[in-house]
């Protein structure tokens, strides 16, 4: 995992935090709901690969 990673989360957060405040502000909660959803799905996708890598080498520590 590098830096990248890590900014490009921090990227993503910031950018559906002003535009979930900006809808919300408009009186569009459902459009900030979808926006906050695909933000999540998309940060998820980055993170599995990696705690499939996790979970690898757990596995592979406590395998005799």
Known sequence: MGVSLIFKIAAVGILVTILNQVLKHSGREEQAF??????LILVLTWIIPYIYELFVMVQDLFTL
């Open 34 to 39: 979808l926006i906050s959803l695909a933000g």
